[in-house]
């Protein structure tokens, strides 16, 4: 069986602008691996790096750590090091893992630091055009008497 853990080792966020623009674009990458991946035992440690930033310039998130693919079969970690050493590719469950998990940290540091979630909203969302004062009907309430 193999499990999958995600350790970061290093943090950064920071809000770059004070007032927020009406729409802010959100631009992720993920650098995997970021250095030289290391066996241990039956563990396979794969650096990452994964970072946010936003266009206009309102925040820059960095998020850096590793993943720990450890397995109780000595074949499944070789065939991930095979695969990464000579074919250049990292596992798909390698890569949604670090994606999953560093998206869900980003959402919490970007809530601390009073901005919107950086994740698309529904299309559905994006279609209401909000109303104006005079769409908006009155709630006025009419004498009963």
């Known amino acids: 069986m193999q ?23 959100f631009n ?20 990452f790096v994964f970072t946010l930033f936003s266009n206009p310039p309102v925040v820059q998130i960095t998020l ?38 560093s998206l869900a940290e980003v959402i919490l540091l970007s809530r601390s630091l009073a901005l919107p979630p950086p994740i698309p909203m529904p299309p559905q969302l994006m279609q209401i055009k909000p109303q104006t004062s005079e769409e908006k009907k009155s709630f006025d309430q009419e004498p009963v008497i």
């Open 3 to 25: 499990a999958i853990i995600i350790q970061f080792t290093s943090i950064n966020a920071e809000r770059l602008a004070t007032a927020l623009p009406p729409r802010i674009d």
């Open 28 to 47: 992720v990458n993920v650098t995997i691996p970021s250095g030289e991946p290391a066996r241990r035992d039956n563990q396979y440690i794969i650096p």
């Open 64 to 101: 850096k750590g590793v993943a720990v693919v450890s397995s109780d079969r000595k074949s499944d970690i070789d065939r991930i090091e095979e695969d990464i050493a000579k074919k250049k590719q990292i596992p798909a469950p390698v890569i949604q893992a670090v994606f999953v998990n």
